[in-house]
């Protein structure tokens, strides 16, 4: 898919602007500029997100659209350590994760149904050097006659009009149908961030486990997984992918219904729970027994002893004070801080902009609203 002449000329601009290359075909007759200009686009977009397939200076990157619902490369490997076995990829898109799973099951199956981002797809394996799987180009749900022992899916959230959907039995392919069609497979859905958890554990008459995952603080997809030993109540597992693999949290949903909520003014320190546990909705069981919450709607904790075990960004507190410029400019004399609002009645850049203040420095300002339902502001610094 890519020439020898191609590769040599994406090379060679791979750091230049996409957007003025692909304007200057004029100067270069004998070549696709509109398509090396985009394949300069992916490598600088996906440096990140798949840095091995960047590295391989043969890989052809298929259109924008694919590139963005794309699993990253730290996501995809983490799936792939959950399965074993043979695997199908019923909806395979990119092959990113259909990568993944054939560096740990014996073998895997991938299905996608545009022929061109099939073709694409398996040349790109080949490229990489997958030898254990099979390329079929149509309908996921047609090909799971056969025995599995996991099925894997990514439904596209967007009806046939393109509207989003937050429904299963509206999504493309319908995975209520899969559950219809297998009884021994292990089941592993992907979905993205914005689905209700509880609703989906419900639409899919129970899972066996549940994991929220993130990477480096931002939450990017949600894995359900189905099996003959699915319950209405699983167990939710937080997982942090930055650096390696790191387990926050775990709990069931149960759990955190029946916990108190501990509600106090703050002390000595105070911590910014992991955004991946408040998307799992634990605010009361990631309290623990020495950590409580400074409003009912905050999500702010504090303590009066460090918690260096907190699943979440902590704080020693240096002052705390009603929302008044004379007390900020006392405590702040160069009025240069990084501001956080939580359950307050202004977002940061407008509260910013009312106390006159300047971004940046090695101060936080969580603006909130605190145990007695009153604005109130909390000067803390990051604690090493």
């Known amino acids: 898919m890519l020439l020898p002449e191609e590769i040599k000329f994406i090379q060679e601009h791979l750091q230049e602007d996409a957007t003025r290359i692909a304007l200057s075909a004029k ?61 199908i990829d019923i909806t395979g898109g990119m092959g990113v994760d259909t990568w993944a799973f054939a560096q740990k099951c014996t073998h895997v199956t991938y299905v996608e149904q545009q022929a061109t981002l099939a073709q694409h797809t398996q040349y790109n ?32 959230r967007r009806d046939q009009q393109g509207k989003k959907v937050i429904l299963f039995k509206d999504c493309q392919p319908n995975v209520l149908e899969i559950l219809d069609k297998v009884e021994t497979s292990k089941i592993l859905i992907k979905t993205s961030p914005v689905l209700d958890i ?107 002893k460090y918690v260096s075990e907190f699943p979440g960004k902590k704080y020693a507190v240096v002052a705390t004070g009603p929302v008044q410029p004379d007390w900020i400019k006392a405590h702040l004399p160069d009025l240069r801080v990084n501001i956080t609002t939580k359950n307050f009645p202004l977002k940061a850049d407008a509260l910013r902009t009312k106390l006159k203040l300047k971004d940046g420095g090695e101060y936080t300002l969580f603006a909130i609203q605190n145990s007695e339902e009153k604005n109130a502001l909390i000067l803390c610094k990051k604690c090493p």
């Open 125 to 156: 394996h080949n490229i990489l050097g997958l030898d254990n799987v099979t390329h079929i180009q149509g309908n996921g749900l047609e090909h799971l006659k056969q025995q599995y022992d996991w099925i894997y899916v990514d439904p596209a």
């Open 198 to 304: 509880s609703r989906a554990i419900q639409e899919l008459g129970g899972v066996e486990k549940v994991y929220v995952v993130a990477y480096q603080q931002e939450v990017k997809e949600l894995l359900f997984i189905k099996s003959a030993e699915s319950s209405l109540d699983p167990v939710i597992e937080i997982v942090e992918l930055a650096n390696s693999p790191v387990t926050l949290f775990q709990g069931k949903l149960s759990e955190e219904r029946e916990a108190t909520m501990q509600i106090a003014d703050s002390d000595t320190y105070v911590y910014e729970a992991h955004p991946a546990l408040l998307k799992a909705g634990f605010f009361k069981l990631v309290q623990g027994d020495d950590v409580w919450q400074l409003g009912k709607h905050t999500h702010l904790y504090s303590s009066n």
């Open 27 to 87: 100067k270069h007759p004998n070549l696709d500029i509109k398509k090396l200009a985009g394949q300069i686009q992916a490598r600088q977009k996906l440096a990140d997100k798949m840095p091995s397939w960047v590295a391989n200076e043969t890989i052809c990157f298929p259109q924008q659209i694919s590139l963005e619902q794309a699993s990253s490369e730290a996501t995809a490997l983490f799936k792939a350590a959950l399965v074993e076995g043979t695997l």
